[in-house]
Structure formats: structure tokens, C-alpha cells
């Protein structure tokens, strides 16, 4: 039997893990709040289908092509190039990365503002100490997209603060509707109840 390339590896990979990211960042938002976060009081998490790419470290014209490739599982080796060994062992290191993406929110996270590490600037990074994950700079309503993904947490400073509160919600509702971590009273005492449905209160 003939030996597995290593893009059909990275392939199969991608294709098995695109709808857990889709489940778990398209389809959900994320609240993220810190008492110890100077820049912002909360973040927003909200994926895009075309953040999925950015994550892999692959480079296509197309991110959409490419999400919409993977989820559908018909991303093809002439689809991808990699240009160098150096850009091969990035995409490795993000690859094994991308299946604990989807548990990130579930232990203690630790956030980080103006996150910098080797040649990654991100407005914010969180890290589980497993992988850590950068976003965009933040828009006009707090919201940050993905733009990263490391293996392991380098870069975080000695003083870097834990999440004290994290939500969830449905992509389209209004209200987040789930505590991941933090309870009511943080919620009441940081002025973020009108972001949070009533029942939760």
C-alpha cells in the first residue's frame, strides 16, 4: 500500500475537523470579559467561514473556496501549495493544533491585549495553555475574528489574566444565553446584563 503524502494528510485533517469549527465558531459567539483588560471592557468572538484558512496556515485565493472545500470534503492536494519546509512544519504545528480549537472555552483561559510573539501582533490572543488563538483587531461593537493559531502559549506575560467570564451564544440571537465560566454577579457588576438574556440573571 502506497505511503500517505503529507498533503493528503493535512487534507484529511482539514476535512475532519472544518465542521467542529464550524459548530463551534460559526454557528455559536463568544463573550469574553476580564476585569484586568485595559483596552476594552469585553470581546466579541464572531467567526467567518473565511477565518477557517488563516488558522491552517495555508495560503489560497479563495478562503471561502477553501472553508466551503473542506466542510464539503472535496479539497483536492491540487488545491494546496507549500512552498517551503518551513512553511510545511507551520502548517504541521497548526494542523495538530486545530482539533483542540473547539475545546478552548471549556478550562481556565488565560487573555492577552497587544499580543506579540516571534512575527504574530494580535489585538487579543487567549490561550488554555494547550494552543493559543489570535484575533483581529476589534471593531466599533467589540467584535474580533481569528486570525491565528499557535501551538502552546509563548508569548503570554507572567501577569496575563484569566477569563472571569465567558458566554455563549447562538449566531443571529440577540442575547448570550449560556455561562461557560463566571457566573451572574460578574455579569451584574461589570454592566453587562443587557447583553445577556434575562433569564440568566
Same mark, same amino acid.
Given at each position: 500500500?502506497? $505511503?500517505?503524502?503529507?498533503k ?27 476585569? %484586568? ?34 466542510i ?15 512553511? %510545511?512544519?507551520?502548517?504541521r504545528? %497548526?494542523?495538530n493544533?486545530? #482539533? ?9 483561559v488565560?487573555? $492577552? ?11 487579543? *490572543? ?11 483587531? #476589534? ?11 499557535? %501551538? ?11 477569563? $472571569?467570564?465567558?458566554?455563549e ?27 445577556? *438574556?434575562?433569564?440568566l440573571?
Open positions: 500500500m502506497s $505511503e500517505v503524502s503529507f493528503q494528510r493535512v487534507i484529511n485533517d482539514l476535512i475532519a475537523v472544518a465542521p467542529q469549527f464550524k459548530s463551534t465558531f460559526i454557528d455559536k459567539e463568544y463573550l469574553i470579559f476580564s476585569s %484586568k483588560m485595559v483596552n476594552r471592557n469585553y470581546y466579541i468572538i464572531s467567526a467567518v467561514p473565511g477565518n477557517f484558512m488563516h488558522l491552517t496556515g495555508i495560503r489560497l485565493s479563495s478562503p471561502i473556496d477553501f472553508y466551503n472545500k473542506c464539503n470534503g472535496t479539497l483536492l492536494e491540487s488545491d494546496i501549495s507549500i512552498p517551503s519546509n518551513k512553511e %510545511k512544519g507551520s502548517i504545528r %497548526k494542523i493544533a486545530l #482539533p483542540n480549537l473547539v475545546n478552548i472555552f471549556n478550562d481556565e488565560l487573555v $492577552e491585549e497587544n499580543f506579540s510573539h516571534n512575527n504574530v501582533h494580535c489585538s487579543l *490572543a487567549s490561550t488554555d495553555l494547550d494552543i493559543t488563538i489570535g484575533f483581529c483587531k #476589534p471593531n466599533v461593537d467589540n467584535v474580533v475574528k481569528p486570525m491565528t493559531l499557535l %501551538k502552546g502559549y509563548n508569548g503570554f506575560s507572567d501577569n496575563s489574566p484569566v477569563a $472571569e467570564l465567558i458566554l451564544r447562538k449566531r443571529g440571537e440577540r442575547f448570550f444565553s449560556k455561562i461557560l465560566c463566571g457566573d451572574k454577579d460578574i455579569i451584574l457588576s461589570n454592566g453587562l446584563a443587557s447583553l445577556v *438574556a434575562p433569564e440573571l
